[in-house]
T-cell receptor, first 112, second 113 residues
Framework: NAGVMQNPRHLVRRRGQEARLRCSPMKGHSHVYWYRQLPEEGLKFMVYLQKENIIDESGMPKERFSAEFPKEGPSILRIQQVVRGDSAAYFC??????????FGPGTRLTVT | DAKTTQPTSMDCAEGRAANLPCNHSTISGNEYVYWYRQIHSQGPQYIIHGLKNNETNEMASLIITEDRKSSTLILPHATLRDTAVYYCIVRVDPGGSQGNLIFGKGTKLSVKP
């Protein structure tokens, strides 16, 4: 059973470009969570989604950030017009029921 | 979710038991204690969780005090690969929509040869 998959693992974007981060949950998991870890800091919750629904986006910045989890395909975290402060590791987790979350390896975004 | 307090760092000799404490004095009756760890630069890894009884799995044991105000994660025979930041997280059985984990600063465990 494959674990949570994230791609790309490393992403470099120039300021002002868009970043798209993908997360494929574990098989049978319909809950997806996105977290961000700034350098030398702890993980911070961003958004919680179920298939086609955003359940909790209380941790998402109000502008430039959006997330979706369509009926088919991976969950996407989209960052528009990236700035240097967006440089971080972005982790996705999935769960079958809202209990144990299993995390992916993360996407390291670098904004130049 | 209740707040947790953990030591910033701990050392442990390879092969010895690592005992990681966590205080959660404001825990309420329906809150579970979860432990995750994050090995350098990797995604966090679920270890174990419990409500009031002690729990054991292939990775670790979780000892929760009778008043549930504190707990200890025990790695019975620590190896160098157990060097990581360990997070103690308290959260309500989330039957509803509150699914996110709140990570504090955790305890940085260094296992030394």
């Amino acid at each position: 059973n494959a674990g949570v998959m994230q791609n790309p693992r490393h992403l470099v974007r120039r300021r002002g470009q868009e970043a798209r981060l993908r997360c494929s949950p574990m098989k049978g998991h319909s809950h997806v969570y996105w977290y961000r870890q700034l350098p030398e800091e702890g993980l911070k919750f961003m958004v919680y989604l179920q298939k086609e629904n955003i359940i909790d986006e209380s941790g998402m910045p109000k502008e430039r950030f959006s997330a979706e989890f369509p009926k088919e395909g991976p969950s996407i975290l989209r960052i528009q017009q990236v700035v240097r402060g967006d440089s971080a590791a972005y982790f996705c987790a999935s769960s079958k029921i809202p209990y144990e979350q299993y995390f992916g390896p993360g996407t390291r975004l670098t904004v130049t | 979710d209740a707040k947790t307090t953990q030591p910033t760092s701990m050392d442990c000799a390879e092969g010895r038991a690592a005992n990681l404490p966590c205080n959660h004095s404001t825990i309420s009756g329906n809150e579970y204690v979860y432990w995750y760890r994050q090995i350098h630069s990797q995604g966090p890894q679920y270890i174990i969780h419990g409500l009031k009884n002690n729990e054991t799995n292939e990775m670790a044991s979780l000892i929760i005090t009778e008043d549930r105000k504190s707990s200890t994660l025990i790695l019975p025979h620590a190896t160098l690969r157990d060097t990581a930041v360990y997070y103690c997280i308290v959260r309500v059985d989330p039957g509803g929509s509150q699914g996110n984990l709140i990570f504090g600063k955790g305890t940085k465990l260094s296992v030394k040869p």
